[in-house]
């Protein structure tokens, strides 16, 4: 018995794969089909769009954090009742971790899932010479499945069948549709104010309006059979997110407009080691929950709302109280710059915020870090105390301090080691980003924290 699964690929980054990703699961739901997306790589905002469109929370893929049983095991539970998983691609097909492989890349994604896979090639000013780049991509791997191609910035449909024979003659590959060029075919709100759009559902009729040129120019029949795959098999273990027999703990979790980046298989895992999840948005005034026996606070855009955040008076003393009483907290990338004592942004302006890290997040108007990290506690760190956990850093911003502070982490990237967070008790803090299944311990270390803090009080 087959499954339908496919991976959008793109030939670079801006070639149209997100468009065409939306496009896609917005036609095949108007079809009544049951739709499950994935993201390649770390990203955070492009599975909020698959989430928005298809009803089903899309998860992230990554080949690098992740082990391939593990990418495997996220793909299976993810699927899991539907009729067609849509996997998006990150930056160029085989773009990843190390130029000289495929580790990390959407190539290494697509055979791990075993995936057939649509290029999307930008025909823009070209018909014959389309077909060169699906051959350079095709030969320079042989474990991806180059299943089908999408012409993207075709001038007409004349334009269109030009380069659908041209490939087809010389690839041996199905063209199965097009996108024309239209100037007016962009994703609106790209980044900043994007999770409050999606969530008052603002962005359904561009969704629709998608779904239909989708429907207009690509034969969603065959690529209903181009993804066709066997089903994926797993090595015989337990679960990675099997329910553990455990005193529950009650997380109390950021979520709101400006704390959203996290990984549902985060979430998943603490649920797994005994969590229950009890989700408060700061932003719109809701405290920490009293009776909160840990504290999760995320990334995301905590300096679009500072002034918002900083008229929350009654949230910022529960996050204090929570904190300082030992409630064991990690916070993420913008929880961190949440904890800061004032968050200064691109245009000067000085907000107060929790006032719990001794400093400043000082926003910059070009990005200040990219990439992906292999973390090390440093000694006291609960969560790291064994191991190694993997994640990523996103950040225009940065935390300046008069004093020196006890940092949290050790940080392994591309530019080499450094010294990264604030650690202080049961605080745990800094820029990084982590996937927990990357390193399962750390969620289990921090139920076990909030178990053995819950018996002090």
Same mark, same amino acid.
């Given at each position: ?5 496919? @991976? ?18 917005? *036609? ?24 928005? @469109? ?15 049983? @593990?990418?495997?095991? =996220? ?48 025909? *823009? ?8 780049? =699906? ?13 089908? =191609? ?10 269109? !069948? ?17 996108? $024309?060029?239209? $100037? ?27 779904? $239909? ?13 181009? *993804? ?23 997380? *109390? ?49 905590? $300096?679009?709302?500072?002034? !918002? ?62 990439? %992906? ?22 950040? %225009? ?21 450094? &010294? ?32 053995? &803090?819950?018996?002090?009080?």
């Amino acid at each position: 018995m087959s499954e339908r699964r496919i @991976v959008i690929a793109g030939t670079g980054s801006g070639v149209g794969k997100t468009t065409l990703t939306i496009g896609l699961m917005s *036609a095949l739901q108007q079809r009544g089909y049951e739709v499950q997306g994935f993201k390649c790589g770390p990203d955070y905002i492009d599975p909020t769009y698959h989430t928005a @469109v298809t009803g089903r929370v899309s998860r992230n893929l990554d080949s690098w954090m992740l082990s391939e049983n @593990v990418v495997k095991e =996220v793909f299976k539970r993810g699927s899991e009742g539907a009729d067609i998983s849509i996997i998006e691609g990150v930056m160029g097909f085989y773009d990843g971790k190390d130029p000289k492989s495929n580790r990390g890349s959407t190539a290494e994604i697509g055979m791990i899932t075993e995936s057939p896979v649509l290029l999307v090639v930008n025909c *823009a000013s070209m018909a014959r010479s389309a077909a060169a780049i =699906v051959k350079g991509f095709q030969m320079l791997a042989e474990g991806p499945n180059i299943a089908g =191609v999408i012409a993207n910035q075709v001038g007409s449909k004349g334009h269109f !069948e030009l380069v659908k024979t041209a490939i087809e003659q010389e690839c041996q590959v199905p063209v199965i549709g097009y996108f $024309e060029r239209n $100037e007016e075919l962009y994703i609106p709100e790209r980044h900043l104010g994007l999770i409050p759009s999606i969530e008052r559902g603002d962005l359904d009729p561009f969704f629709q309006k998608l779904g $239909e040129l989708v429907e207009a120019t690509i034969d969603l029949d065959h690529l209903m059979k181009v *993804a066709e795959a066997p089903p994926i098999k797993l090595e015989a273990k337990d679960s990675l997110f099997q329910k553990r027999e455990t005193e529950p703990v009650k997380i *109390a979790v950021a979520k709101d407009a400006a704390f959203n980046f996290y990984y549902q298989d985060n979430l998943d895992l603490l649920e797994a080691y005994g969590a229950e999840l009890r989700f408060f948005s700061p932003l719109n005034g809701e405290t920490v929950p009293q009776d909160a026996q840990g504290l999760y606070l995320g990334g995301g855009f905590p $300096e679009e709302f500072a002034q !918002e955040l900083a008229e929350q008076t009654a949230v910022r003393a529960s996050i204090q109280e929570a904190i300082k009483s030992g409630v064991p907290t990690l916070a993420e990338c913008g929880g961190f710059m949440y904890l800061t004592e004032e968050l200064e942004t691109s245009d000067g302006e000085v907000h107060q915020m929790a006032g719990i890290i001794p400093g400043r997040a000082v926003m910059h108007t070009k990005r200040v870090a990219l990439g %992906y990290r292999e973390i090390k506690g440093k000694p006291g760190n609960y969560l790291l105390k064994e191991g190694t956990a993997k994640g990523h850093e996103f950040h %225009y911003s940065t935390f300046q301090a008069e004093e020196e502070i006890p940092y949290a982490f050790e940080t392994k990237g591309m530019r080499g080691i450094k &010294n990264e967070g604030y650690m202080k008790g049961n605080l745990i803090a800094g820029y990084t980003h982590f996937h927990f299944a990357s390193f399962p311990a750390m969620a289990e270390n921090w139920i076990k924290q909030c178990q053995e &803090n819950k018996q002090h009080v």
